[in-house]
């Protein structure tokens, strides 16, 4: 009986360990197996982590990113983990919250890093909030370690109050700063 719980449990151990391989950030999803682990193996997403504050106008935008490891993603039909950034922020105007995401648990953050570009910024995927409306990508550059520059690319979309039931009649505003371009932002 023995022989076979050791048998059992030395089958799980080596099924788990060829199923949990490692690769390096910049690996793409779609070339790895299932169950693989694509993992910060150089550290290359600490200097990312922490507050970040930059001044816009009359709007000031505050940045929390934090690292995230060995998050479960699916995407389309591949299941995989991976080491992520998470960033969450608040926009105020005119000292007024108008924005604010900085409560949100890990789950229901709303940008997401998609991994290290070549250049070294990091690229997130951003949902966008209300009937999704911002969804695009944010690119942020290490500067030096007190400042970042940044970029965000909203997606064109059309929302109305027939795709988007709650609707606001003023109509649905991007907060987030998308021009100018290569807004730097100042660690806090």
Known sequence: MKNKIFLFLTLLLISISCNAQQYPLNTNYRTIPDNSYIKDINNEYNKFVGNWKATINNKEVNLSIIKQDNRPIVILNKSYYSDVLLLRYNV???NQIVENTLDFTNDKVKAISMGIEIDGSVLFDYEGLKCLVGNGFINLVYIDPSHLKWNYQPQSTVITNKNCSDYPAGGIKINLPY??????????
């Open 92 to 94: 105020l105007e005119n």
């Open 179 to 188: 021009e100018p371009k290569d807004i730097i932002f100042t660690k806090q």
